[in-house]
T-cell receptor, first 112, second 117 residues
Framework: GEDVEQSLFLSVREGDSSVINCTYT??????LYWYKQEPGAGLQLLTY?????DMKQDQRLTVLLNKKDKHLSLRIADTQTGDSAIYFC????????????FGPGTRLSVLP | NAGVTQTPKFQVLKTGQSMTLQCAQD?????MYWYRQDPGMGLRLIYY???????DKGEVPNGYNVSRLNKREFSLRLESAAPSQTSVYFC????????????????FGQGTRLTVV
């Protein structure tokens, strides 16, 4: 079945770049997403990428997609303490937004 | 525009008690979902509803029932709560069929923290 994998923890120093990696198994994924979850809150969409794109940049966020290796990454430039959260990678495996598979989440800790 | 609203935010149940978690969305979305979140396991889909009048089992449906009351509301019922159902429950909605790009993503409620003792 479909599976999305992420490392569970990442620590970086404030001002450094963070790179959160994700691998997925379903080659038919149409959209891939990065969500952010702050403590005690629900998930909020950070960015998404369509499966025919290699890269997407949005201010401090850069998403890279290697479809051949089924690898997705999220780079956060100039990481701030407010970026400390859990980051979830997710794939949508149909065109209708009805089937999402989420990874276990990467807890990013930003050290001063 | 409230998005996805879940109630209650917190609940403690005794083993064997029943309860219903309520969820409503005001974005006219077709699809709605119930997930549970457990440490290190990410989000696991309990049930989903692709459109009003339909519901389908997800990855972990045992011990739960759902009702898609209308397009806005999707409730999750625990008939006889067990300690293994202690978790954080999230309701989500998405546009579903006909949506492309931004709009396909899932919008989440704030979660219900349920403890079964």
């Amino acid at each position: 079945g479909e599976d999305v994998e992420q490392s569970l923890f990442l620590s970086v120093r404030e001002g450094d770049s963070s790179v959160i990696n994700c691998t997925y198994t379903d080659s038919s994924s149409t959209y891939l997403y990065w969500y952010k979850q702050e403590p005690g809150a629900g998930l909020q969409l950070l960015t998404y990428i369509f499966s025919n794109m290699d890269m997407k940049q949005d201010q401090r966020l850069t998403v890279l997609l290697n479809k051949k290796d089924k690898h997705l990454s999220l780079r956060i430039a100039d990481t701030q303490t407010g970026d400390s959260a859990i980051y979830f990678c997710a794939e949508s495996i149909d065109n209708y937004g009805q089937n999402f598979v989420f990874g276990p989440g990467t807890r990013l800790s930003v050290l001063p | 525009n409230a998005g996805v609203t879940q109630t209650p935010k917190f609940q403690v149940l005794k083993t064997g008690q029943s309860m219903t978690l309520q969820c409503a969305q005001d974005m006219n979305h077709n699809s709605m979902y119930w997930y549970r979140q457990d440490p290190g396991m990410g989000l696991r889909l309990i049930y989903y509803s692709a459109s009003e009048g339909t519901t389908d089992k997800g990855e972990v449906p045992n011990g739960y029932n759902v009702s898609r009351l209308n397009k806005r509301e999707f409730s999750l019922r625990l008939e006889s709560a067990a300690p293994s159902q202690t978790s954080v429950y999230f309701c989500a909605s998405s546009g579903g069929a006909g949506y492309r790009g931004r709009g396909t993503e899932a919008f989440f409620g704030q979660g219900t923290r349920l403890t079964v003792v």
